[in-house]
């Protein structure tokens, strides 16, 4: 069966220190990647997507970055965090168009 | 641009009471629609999958309806129970080859005991 692992669970950094969260999928081969971060009374959005290696899609303009070096895994990172950038983390994986699946999401507090 | 709302934003009911979630979008070429379950702290869970062909779906206690033409679908949630509550979210997938959702801000489910 498909597993997906994402971490820290919570991460408190500092302003203007760098970011990297990952996400790793098991139990399939080249599915699609989604970074969401969802924020208080503003939904979940989408920030960043992948349907292969190397293939990386921005949905919003922002401090962050994605990237896919393998197959199964998503990599978000910022080289200076904002307090913006505060908010709960979440990496989705699907295959086509059948339901995504998400991770347990990661709790970033930016002091 | 495409968006989804949620009505109401929450909603609490006594242990046993059949529910409505209600769930309205803009996409009128909508590909399918999702339900999700996500609880406090943690990621978001599939529940049901609409296809844009398809009327609606059922799982156990759970029956989700996509009317396209109204731009709406419900979730109905039968004999509620306590292990129920959390956050319900709908998103839309409109097709295309990004595979991606535009998701409501979803409603909280208190079912009290």
């Known amino acids: 069966s498909q597993t997906i692992h994402q971490w820290p669970a919570t991460l408190v950094q500092p302003v203007g220190s760098p970011l990297s969260l990952e996400c790793t999928v098991e139990?399939?081969?080249?599915?699609?990647l989604y970074w969401y971060r969802q924020a208080a009374g503003r939904g979940l959005q989408l920030l960043f997507y992948?349907?292969?290696?190397?293939?990386i899609s921005s949905e919003v303009p922002q401090n962050l970055s994605a990237s896919r070096p393998q197959d199964r895994q998503f990599i978000l990172s910022s080289k200076k965090l904002l307090l913006s950038d505060s908010g709960f983390y979440l990496c989705?994986?699907?295959?086509?168009?059948?339901?995504?699946?998400f991770g347990d999401g990661t709790r970033l507090s930016i002091l | 641009k495409q968006e989804v709302t949620q009505i109401p934003a929450a909603l609490s009911v006594p242990e046993g009471e059949n529910l409505v979630l209600n769930c309205s979008f803009t996409d009128s070429a909508i590909y399918n629609l999702q339900w999700f379950r996500q609880d406090p702290g943690k990621g978001l869970t599939s529940l049901l999958l609409i296809q844009s062909s398809q009327r609606e779906q059922t799982s156990g206690r759970l029956n989700a309806s996509l009317d396209k033409s109204s731009g709406r679908s419900t979730l109905y949630i039968a004999a509620s129970q306590p292990g129920d509550s959390a956050t319900y979210l709908c998103a839309e997938n409109s097709g295309g080859s990004n595979y991606k959702l535009t998701f409501g801000k979803g409603t909280l489910l208190t079912v009290n005991p």
């Open positions: 992948s349907v292969g290696i190397g293939q």
């Open positions: 139990g399939t081969s080249n599915p699609n």
């Open positions: 989705a994986w699907s295959m086509g168009y059948q339901p995504q699946h």
